[in-house]
């Protein structure tokens, strides 16, 4: 259990040595207050004598302490519980702990609004701070702050272009940032020159887990003395020993810093010699060294790699605590508690504009059992570790970011979190608020090994340049996990049940926190990610989101104009979805038939929803209605005590005080934007069900919004999920399966199921799929498969393939009754020019013809008429029966009808007459069916229906 370290912060003992360390000191004197010590190394190094024995409190006073090089306490300068070591603030971030140098420099003009100065020997810039800001190294495309969502806050294709790189004279020492292929971050290369050819040359891309190479379009350079054009720019030209400046209008340069050291303080010790009961108090901790280029080690299998450092970083520790603080503008992470630690303590600090993440606790992967470090790797899961737990104890545990305000994250690299959390244990997140973030708010990057607290935080625009995210996000590749996760992970996780949690040990809750993410999930539960307790959250645009994993546990959460994201889950996964009020239904996609354990007992706010949740048996003890919010205007989404919502055990709980509390953070930090309640009109439970698109004998998913997460895959990709893959269908026999995405047919693009119906063309039994199986790309190629022809004509005489004919010994009927022509004319093999047996406008109709006997059926075709230049086209998709008894007109019944296939020629010209047909491969059949249905949709926006003539089947008994 977590232990709250207390520290006689504000007042020490008679007997306590206390030190004073001033700008105006020197590192001769006593370091009384009278007569100060000028640098904090001195202070620790004359507190070395007391330190464990007495209490030591140094008290810092105003003013920029330049370090010339890290400051680093080792075990020798700990305190003890009784006689804690104090460096302390005169006045709260007053006293400026700098990694920086100022400059005094003579700026000359040089063009076009540009400044130039000579700078000392031997300098290398990273960053330059003018009065106090940071400033921009000279870039293309050029920033604009408004661009709040955009890559990089301005972004080109041809960033890096050959034509681009040919007014650059030595590129040399640049940069280039781009985002990673699927968003998911960014990457980061050093330019090295140019190649005999003329284009960049560059190394580097490794910040990311998972190599997918850059986004075609979202890309900048910087460090480019050639586009030094906006004001706020800069160069450094180190060989001249000349600085470029652009300032704005009406700035004066007055006050110029840049950036020496990486670290600013380091806690160094170890498990067997920890660093004790220090705590820095009060202070400011500036200008950190970006170290982009040097974020390498991958972190198990989650998508990151991270540079394992920071502004502060504890090594090796015992009970240091960081204390009301302000972490300003740093170039990469701000706070690193890195392998061995223990009651670390960071509180009251406000984080912001960092180049990385906020706060990160990162254990040793050698304290893993059975680690992997790559997305696809996977092991044999029969001869894994079965031992619970870690392996060694070289990781954080017990540590705490409480009362803290974090913003501003991932100014430099795109795969940052305001908190970062792995490989640890028991780490607690309360009472903070975390916003302005180009990724998560909080990350757990794996269960090694649970415990996790975050509580009272307020999480918010967050996602804000990626994709495939959440405010809260997760992933669980443990040790039991795969990409295949129901191929490998699952038979496994049947004979051992409690394979997910040899590493998820504790469970991790998450509770009374408000959420919101407009660019993914509220909270996030990623691959594999298990054993988490989410209760009492307000979620207040993304909904929550559970892909596979095991024992996740929702209840009393509100969330608001969303909902439940249940995504491609394991089979008994013991998963539970309670007593939660939703505002829409589950959005799945890629399930099993059973749903964990319970998914029961909630209040949805449209009766519509519920119908629709209630599919597969669940939500049967669920309400539907109008909650009652107490004051949704002002984000109160609390219940009236009249409230039906209470019935299926929902409670209220305070949603008035998230986040930050301490009152000078409080007073400065933002809040979400509470969004209006989506139309609370009762939606109708009435209407025909959900019509389906089939292939193969496959049915097929159209994939929307954020279902391409569930496949790994990038939303502008689309692609058409095979949902079923039945047994015997031609899908199945190719070698399809169920959660395949089709991506590409021969070459072409597939993003809808129109796609794929165009791709599939006139007549072609072989294709080459490009799918997405496991999250993976690959190829399959199918041969001899069911074939779809087209064919046209102004008569039915120019008809030579699909050659109408009288159809004998069959019957056909329809639902509902059709208009115009009577029914049997469908079966007269003429092609009238009329309308012939019509549906009624907006009606989704079925056309069934009855065999009089099973028969394989080889052919089914169809001929319409362009009736009106309009009613030509043909949407439809086609059913078959085996039964006997006539089998009723519930086409989604499986027990009773196979889907066949989908013909869609929508968007396709037509003729006077258009003939359509399903075919099987020589030699083979569709099926043995007796009854067969039509099921066809209107074909034009104002809701007609298809003019069909004649409807064909081709058996032989």
Known sequence: MFRLLCLPLLAVSASALELHVSPSGKDSNPGTSQAPLLTLSAARDAALKAAGKEAVKVTVADGIYYLPETLVFTSADSGSEKFPVIYQAEHEGKAVISGGLALDLKWQPYRDGILQAATPEGLSIDQLFINGERQHMARYPNYDATKTTAAYQGFAADAFSKDRAAKWADPAGGYIHAMHAARWGGYEYRITGKNPDGTVAYEGGWQNNRQMGMHKDFRMVENIFEELDAPGEWFHNAKTRTLYFMPEVGTDPAKVEVVRQRHLVEFNGSQQSPVKHIALKGFTFRHAARTFMDTKEPLLRSDWTIYRGGAVLLTGTENISILDSEFDQLGGNAVFVSHYNRRSLIKGCHIHDAGASGVCFVGDPKAVRNPLFEYAKSQDLTRIDRTPGPLTDNYPADCMVEDCLIHGIGRVERQPAGVQISMSSRITVRDCSIYDCARSGINIGDGTWGGHRIEGCDVFDTVLETHDHGSFNSWGRDRYWTSNHRGVSQPEVLKDPGLPFLDAVEPTVIRFSRWRCDHGWDIDLDDGSSNYEIHHNLLLNGGLKFREGYGRKAWNNVLVNSGFHPHVWFDKSGDEFRSNLVMKSHADIGMPTEWGKLIDRNFFTSAADLAKARKGGREANSLAGDPMFLDPENGDFGVKESSPALKVGFGNFL???????????????????????????????????????????????????????????????????????????????????????????????????????????????????????????????????????????????????????????????????????????????????????????????????????????????????????????????????????????????????????????????????????????????????????????????????????????????
């Open 655 to 957: 949603m008035t005080r998230f986040g930050v509390k301490k009152p000078a953070l409080k007073a400065i930090a933002k809040s979400p934007v509470i969004p209006a309640l989506e139309s609370g009109q009762p939606k109708s439970v009435t209407g025909a069900p959900t019509f389906t698109e089939v292939w193969l004998g496959a049915t097929l998913h159209g994939i929307e919004g954020v279902e391409f997460s569930a496949f790994g895959t990038v939303k502008e990709d689309g692609g058409v999920q095979l949902v079923t893959v039945p047994q015997g269908s031609a899908a199945m026999k190719a070698g399809l399966l169920p959660n395949d995405l089709i991506q590409s047919i021969d070459g072409r693009k597939v993003v809808t199921t129109a796609d794929l119906f165009k791709a599939i063309g006139n007549a072609m039994s072989s294709f080459k799929l490009r799918i997405v199986r496991n999250q993976a790309s690959k190829e399959i190629e199918l041969r001899n498969l069911p074939s779809i022809r087209k064919e046209m004509g102004l008569a039915s005489s120019d008809f030579k393939g699909l050659v109408p004919s009288a159809s004998s010994g069959v019957a056909v009927r329809a639902q509902p009754a059709t208009n115009n022509d009577p029914l049997p004319s469908l079966l007269d093999g003429k092609l009238n020019a009329g309308y012939g047996p019509v549906f009624g406008n907006g009606v989704r109709g079925r056309y069934k013809v009855d065999l009089g006997a099973v028969a394989k059926v080889e052919a089914l075709s169809s001929w319409s008429h362009n009736q009106g230049g309009n009613r030509g086209s043909q949407y439809y998709t086609l059913y078959g029966s085996s039964s006997e008894p006539d089998p009723g007109w519930e086409v989604s019944d499986r027990s009773r009808f196979i889907p066949i296939g989908t013909v869609d020629t929508r968007g396709e010209a037509s003729s006077t007459f258009v003939g359509t047909s399903l075919r099987a491969p020589s030699g083979q059949d569709l099926g043995r069916f007796r009854w067969i249905i039509w099921e066809v949709l209107p074909v034009t926006p104002i809701g007609e229906n298809t003019a069909f003539q004649e409807l064909k089947v081709e058996f032989s008994r």
